[in-house]
């Protein structure tokens, strides 16, 4: 991944919870999604170490490959009063997954819930739909 102030493909989009509670800034970018560590931690309502833990597993069991899942990127940050460059490590929407199936919390059986519906979606329709982004778009042709 790259610095999205420099690399004009990628994009930035931001998910809220059905709660209303979360706010996480996605980067979708080389055709997938990322979300550093903290944001896991904020998406499944976990500690940051929670989800390392969970991450440091997947790795060394072998059910993904870090080299093909993680990515580095320069990010400016708020610390204090003060803006940093820092290096930041991004995880794909693989290793999201991955996390999201082994993490217990609400958030955690929530996002199971979401992920397997639109698993059957896509295997009984060969397809999913996001249909609240379908009749917005529709509404604008």
Same mark, same amino acid.
């Given at each position: 991944?790259?610095? $999205?102030?420099?690399?004009?493909? $990628?994009?930035?989009?931001?998910?809220?919870?059905?709660?209303?509670? $979360?706010?996480?800034? *996605?980067?979708?970018?080389?055709? %997938?999604?990322? @979300?550093?560590?903290?944001? @896991?931690?904020?998406?499944?309502?976990?500690?940051?170490? %929670? *989800?390392? @833990?969970?991450?440091?597993?997947?790795?060394?069991?072998?059910?993904?490959?870090?080299? $093909?899942?993680?990515?580095?990127?320069?990010?400016?940050?708020?610390?204090?009063?003060?803006?940093?460059?820092?290096?930041?490590?991004?995880?794909? @929407?693989?290793?999201? *997954?991955?996390?999201?199936?082994?993490?217990?919390?609400?958030?955690?059986?929530?996002?199971?819930?979401?992920? %397997?519906?639109?698993?059957?979606?896509?295997?009984?329709?060969?397809? %999913?739909?996001?249909?609240?982004?379908?009749?917005?778009?529709?509404?604008?042709?």
């Amino acid at each position: 991944m790259t610095d $999205a102030t420099n690399d004009k493909t $990628a994009k930035v989009e931001i998910y809220e919870s059905a709660d209303g509670q $979360a706010q996480i800034e *996605i980067r979708l970018e080389h055709d %997938t999604l990322w @979300l550093s560590q903290a944001q @896991l931690a904020t998406l499944f309502e976990k500690d940051s170490d %929670t *989800i390392g @833990l969970h991450l440091k597993n997947i790795y060394k069991e072998g059910e993904l490959d870090p080299e $093909a899942t993680t990515e580095q990127s320069s990010v400016v940050r708020q610390e204090g009063s003060r803006q940093v460059r820092r290096n930041i490590r991004f995880y794909n @929407l693989d290793a999201i *997954i991955s996390v999201g199936y082994r993490v217990n919390s609400k958030k955690g059986t929530q996002f199971r819930i979401w992920a %397997t519906q639109r698993l059957r979606e896509y295997l009984v329709q060969g397809y %999913t739909l996001n249909q609240e982004r379908f009749d917005k778009n529709s509404s604008e042709l």
